[in-house]
Every structure is written in C-alpha cells, then in structure tokens.
C-alpha cells in the first residue's frame, strides 16, 4: 500500500530517521510548510533509498525565500500537485 508522508516542522528532523525507516518502494515524502527548511539540508534526508521521491510545497517554498535553494532531488509541487500525490497514494500520515 503506498503511502505519502507529509513532513511540516524541521524539528521532526530526529524522526525523519524513523520515517525514512519505515518507507517502501511506492511511499513518497511530500514537505510542507516549515518542514521545507529539510530541503536545504543534505543531513535530514541521509538514508533515504536512491531514486525514492521527494517533494516539496511550492507556495511553502516561495514564503520562505527558498526557491532555487533546494536539493536537486527534490521536485518542488503547486497545491494542484500536492492534491495529485494524495489521490495518487492510498493513505496520507502526517507527521507533527
């Protein structure tokens, strides 16, 4: 079953490693809000397997001056896509 993760604080880096754990092949990582501050950071996502998707909010990202400023593995989406990836994946946690 695949499942999209959504991450909204860059105080959840510590649980990332619990999140990245328990991915599968067919999961995604979706971060919202302030949790795309992850994006700038090689650290936050280290064990993630190769090819996995990542995916950042769009609008959280311009907010935030960071546009231009993400890892290259990271797809930034509008709020059009981000209703994409949620249809796209059984089920959606969000983790606070």
């Not at 979706?30 to 090689?42: P, Q, S, T």
């Not at 993400?70 to 059009?80: H, L, P, Q, T």
Request: charge should be negative; proline fraction near 2%.
């Amino acid at each position: 079953m695949s499942c999209l993760h959504t991450i909204n604080k860059t105080s959840l880096l510590h649980d990332m490693d619990t999140c990245i754990s328990i991915l599968t092949p067919d999961d995604a990582i979706l971060f919202i809000e302030d949790g795309v501050y992850c994006c700038i950071d090689d650290n936050s996502i280290k064990g993630a397997v190769p090819g996995f998707k990542f995916y950042a909010q769009l609008e959280d990202l311009q907010a935030r001056g960071l546009v231009g400023k993400i890892r290259s593995d990271i797809k930034s989406v509008n709020y059009d896509e981000f209703v994409q990836l949620c249809c796209a994946h059984k089920k959606v946690v969000s983790w606070f």
